[in-house]
């Protein structure tokens, strides 16, 4: 039996989630389907290829992951599969993968449409095109069997942070349930420039000179989430509703430690 994986900024209110599930069943009768998330935000395809990035390792070789944010539905962005560490993807050529280009992967068009659904709407590709692909997928089929390989894959190019004179500035992509506020700089970036000397994180106002542990060491916390990114948490509250966080917000970092 294979694994499949849904990612979508769907929510819970619509069937479109379970019309997906549906097509899926009714090709490869024994899939195993897993919800990832519905709920990201709507046609926030950052967030979505952060969220990816997270989840994806922890699944095993073979997974399909059929990801689905794609506000550019019925345009002439392309739908793909990328093919990386003995896991599928499947989803739009829209940036969403863009985390997984960092290195070696291979990328498939989706080119034969006897493989998908006879009618193709518009505007639910996630049922007509990527649940039939990721269906076939799981009963063995391989990536190359939808269509040629590609090169030219739809990434985001202001993704990470970057440098402006001699601080590093990143930027907040991600509030979770609780409140967090995750960012897109990541521990290893963090360490690298940091290089164990002094410095200082700074955010909305506010100023850190140290990396937490946990989010219960200080009411206002700056660490490394499970997600291997910096953020940012409140101690039994939501650093969103106190600080007025939002995404796109900023996050600088600075060596030495600020008095």
């Given amino acids: 039996m294979k694994v499949i ?7 819970m209110k619509d069937p479109y989630a379970g019309i ?3 097509v899926i069943l009714s090709i490869n009768p024994g899939a195993t389907i897993v919800d990832i998330t519905h709920e990201v935000d709507p ?6 290829a952060f969220i990816i990035e997270e989840y994806y390792r922890y699944f095993p070789e073979g997974t399909i992951h059929l990801c689905v944010v794609d506000p550019t539905v019925g345009s002439a962005r392309r739908p793909i599969i990328v093919a990386k560490y003995g896991r599928l993807f499947v989803g739009p050529d829209n940036g969403l993968f863009t985390l997984l280009y960092r290195d070696k992967y291979e990328a498939y068009a989706i080119e034969r449409m006897d493989l998908v659904r006879n009618e193709i709407s518009s505007t639910f590709h996630g049922r007509d095109i990527f649940a039939p692909a990721a269906a076939h997928l799981s009963t063995g089929l391989h990536p190359s069997a939808f269509g040629g390989m590609i090169h030219d894959t739809a990434r985001f190019a202001d993704i990470f942070p970057v440098m402006e004179g001699d601080r590093l500035v990143g930027e907040v992509v ?3 349930r609780f409140g967090n506020a995750i960012t897109n700089v990541h521990a290893d970036v963090l360490e690298r420039f940091i290089q164990g000397g002094p ?13 937490h542990k946990s989010y219960c060491e200080k009411d206002y916390v700056c660490l490394v989430g499970s997600s ?7 101690y039994m509250g939501s650093f969103l ?3 007025g966080i939002k995404k796109g917000d900023p996050v600088y970092i600075s060596l ?4």
């Fill in 256 to 259: 030495g430690a600020k008095d």
């Fill in 241 to 243: 509703h106190a600080k």
């Fill in 228 to 234: 291997g990114y910096l953020e940012f948490g409140y």
């Fill in 43 to 48: 046609q926030d395809i950052r967030e979505g």
């Fill in 199 to 211: 410095f200082t994180i700074s955010i909305s106002g506010m100023s850190f000179t140290a990396i």
């Fill in 5 to 11: 994986t849904l990612l979508t900024d769907f929510g």
């Fill in 20 to 22: 997906m599930k549906g």
């Fill in 174 to 176: 991600r509030l979770d």
